[in-house]
Each structure stands twice: as C-alpha cells, then as structure tokens.
C-alpha cells in the first residue's frame, strides 16, 4: 500500500471524476471510481496498486474503491439486460435503431396548407431545453487564413485537420441545422411521423474497368455510339446542345489551374482556333488524354431533357 491525494474535479456536463496523485506527484486517472460529490477531495488515501493500474484506494480504514467490485457490476448489468432480452428476438445495439416500426398503419388526414395560420389548429414555436448527455463535436468553419492553408496543405498532397469545435465569432456554438435535424427527427417521433425519404429506383451506375468481362464488353459497346453536347438551363427547363468533340493530350491541358488531380473540372479554352472546354475528368493510372468539347454552333437546336432525366442525374 502506498500514500495518495484523491483529486476530485467536476465536469460542464455536472459528473464528478477522481484522480489519484501520488506521493511523486504523479496523476493517476481513475475513470470507473463513481462519485456525487466533491466531499473526498484533497484527502489522504492508502491505494494498492498491480503492475501500475490502481485495484484499491482505503479512506479512514474502510474500501471505498475496489476494480474487482467495479468489474463484478459491469458483469452483473450486463446479465441483466441479457435477461430481460427475449430469447427470441435480437436486438441492434445502434445508437439509432431504438424506434420500432408501427404494426399497423395510423391513417392521416390531408396535410393543411403551409402558407397561412390556421384558426382552428394550434400555433407556436418549440421551446427545447438542451444538455449534451454524450460527448458532442461539431468541425469549426474556416477564417480565410485557414482556408488559405487548406488549398496549400492539399495541393501538396498533405491532409489539413481542423479540430476545433465550431466556434463562429470565437463563440462556441451548435448551427441551426444540427438542432433542426434533431428536432424533426424528435417531432416524428412522437406524431407517428412517416419515413419519406426512399425510392425503388435503381440508380445509374457505371463498373467497366474492373474484372468484370461482360460490363466491359457492354461499355465498349456503346461508347462508340457516344455524342457530346452542352448542358444549358432556361427558367426551370434544362436542354442539351449537341456539339463536337476530340481527345487531347494531357500536356495542354491547364494544369496549373487545376488544384487536384483528382478532381472533376472543366475550362473554357481555345484549341484549334475553336472555342470549347477541356474537360479533366479524374485521376486515373496511366491516363494520358482528357476531352476538347467544342462550343456549340447554334444554340437553338436544343433537346429538352425529361424531368425524370433531371432527377435522376
């Protein structure tokens, strides 16, 4: 056994954390020891230790900490949740999946209209009263001069790491959007609110350069038949200009306009006396060309596209 000073601190969120300092004024944090209060602290302590880790403290003669009792609780709440489990059934252990699907269907009437209050309904706001019960991060915005960094770190192929909390005018903050999340997903909770957010639509895809012969063959199929165009929008309408286009080699591409290899872009260039864009498609291994579209010609000779179109891409 050996002298000690229990440390006794109170955290933002309201619980109480122990640590133990010893006689060499070395901290020892011991994570599991529940208090209610801060009454031990700065008391003297006797503590056994084990290979390091603390597996006893006495107070005054009497056990008032003992990793065997702590670990002996850990089991025993763990049997009982597995008790109370039916045997028959297997419950996920995502933070998320506590909600259980209804049995049967509640119908609803149509919903009101939006734009007006309704005399006969009820109004309001919603009053919350918050308290993070687990711990909570939120990634903090960019000042310029971070923003500036950022680019630099990237283009050097380096990963730039931000950790603090959100934080906007030096002041920590949870956004709106965050707390609008919650609350809607609390306020479908509690009003029998419906899933809405699916579809059975497959989506496109594409798979034509892995080992898969038959999607390879397939794209090679009909990507001779391939034309190029231009995407224009008109009010709320969106058309297709077809036009020309070439491969390029990658050397005239304007590569110190683009600021990852990576990534998706396109520029307005003049190439062969014609206006277009060159279009970088993406990284790939041994890729040496990207694509010249040409600026259309005419512009009146537009294809709609569908609304499905739209939506799907």
Same mark, same amino acid.
């Given at each position: 056994?050996? &002298?000690?000073?229990?440390?006794?601190? *109170?955290?933002?969120?309201?619980?109480?954390?122990?640590?133990?300092?010893?006689?060499?004024?070395?901290?020892?944090?011991?994570?599991?020891?529940?208090?209610?209060?801060?009454?031990?602290?700065? &008391?003297?302590?006797?503590?056994?230790?084990?290979?390091? @880790?603390?597996? *006893?403290?006495?107070?005054?003669?009497?056990?008032?900490?003992?990793?065997?009792? +702590?670990?002996? #609780?850990?089991?025993?709440? +763990?049997?009982?949740?597995?008790?109370?489990?039916?045997?028959?059934?297997?419950?996920?252990?995502?933070?998320?999946?506590?909600?259980?699907? $209804?049995?049967?269907?509640?119908?609803?009437?149509? @919903?009101?209209?939006?734009?007006?209050?309704?005399?006969?309904?009820?109004?309001?706001? /919603?009053?919350?009263? /918050?308290?993070?019960?687990?711990?909570? =991060?939120?990634?903090?915005?960019?000042?310029?001069?971070?923003? %500036?960094?950022?680019?630099?770190?990237?283009?050097?192929?380096?990963?730039?790491? #931000?950790?603090?909390?959100?934080?906007?005018?030096?002041?920590?903050?949870?956004?709106?959007?965050?707390?609008?999340?919650?609350?809607?997903?609390?306020?479908?909770?509690?009003?029998?609110? %419906?899933?809405?957010?699916?579809?059975?639509?497959?989506?496109?895809?594409?798979?034509?350069?892995?080992?898969? &012969?038959?999607?390879?063959?397939?794209?090679?199929?009909?990507?001779?038949?391939?034309?190029?165009?231009?995407?224009?929008?008109?009010?709320?309408?969106?058309?297709? /200009?077809?036009?020309?286009?070439? *491969?390029?080699? &990658?050397?005239?591409? @304007? $590569?110190?306009?683009?600021?990852?290899?990576?990534?998706?872009?396109?520029?307005?260039?003049? =190439?062969?006396?014609?206006?277009?864009?060159?279009?970088?498609?993406?990284?790939?291994?041994?890729?040496?060309?990207?694509?010249?579209?040409?600026?259309?010609? #005419?512009?009146?000779?537009?294809? @709609?596209?569908?609304? #499905?179109?739209? *939506?799907?891409?």
């Amino acid at each position: 056994m050996e &002298k000690a000073r229990l440390e006794i601190t *109170k955290t933002k969120r309201g619980e109480f954390v122990a640590n133990l300092i010893l006689e060499n004024n070395k901290k020892i944090p011991i994570p599991d020891f529940k208090l209610k209060d801060v009454s031990l602290n700065g &008391k003297e302590v006797l503590v056994e230790r084990q290979k390091g @880790p603390v597996v *006893k403290i006495i107070y005054e003669g009497k056990e008032i900490y003992s990793k065997h009792t +702590q670990e002996q #609780n850990k089991t025993w709440q +763990q049997s009982q949740r597995q008790a109370h489990q039916p045997a028959n059934e297997i419950y996920s252990m995502a933070p998320y999946n506590f909600v259980p699907l $209804n049995d049967k269907v509640v119908s609803a009437e149509t @919903p009101p209209d939006f734009d007006r209050y309704h005399e006969d309904r009820y109004t309001g706001y /919603i009053d919350l009263e /918050i308290k993070a019960r687990t711990p909570l =991060y939120i990634r903090d915005t960019l000042t310029e001069e971070e923003y %500036k960094e950022k680019i630099k770190r990237e283009e050097a192929r380096e990963t730039y790491v #931000n950790p603090n909390f959100f934080s906007p005018g030096g002041l920590i903050r949870i956004p709106g959007s965050s707390l609008r999340g919650m609350i809607r997903t609390m306020v479908e909770m509690v009003s029998y609110g %419906k899933f809405g957010f699916f579809d059975d639509r497959r989506l496109y895809y594409r798979s034509f350069a892995d080992k898969s &012969k038959n999607f390879r063959k397939e794209y090679q199929t009909h990507i001779k038949d391939s034309k190029a165009g231009v995407l224009i929008k008109e009010g709320l309408k969106y058309y297709r /200009i077809p036009t020309r286009y070439e *491969k390029v080699k &990658k050397n005239i591409t @304007p $590569n110190l306009l683009r600021r990852r290899p990576e990534e998706f872009d396109f520029y307005p260039v003049r =190439y062969k006396n014609k206006d277009g864009y060159i279009v970088v498609s993406g990284f790939m291994n041994n890729k040496n060309v990207d694509w010249f579209i040409e600026k259309p010609d #005419n512009y009146s000779n537009k294809i @709609p596209l569908s609304d #499905n179109d739209v *939506k799907d891409y």
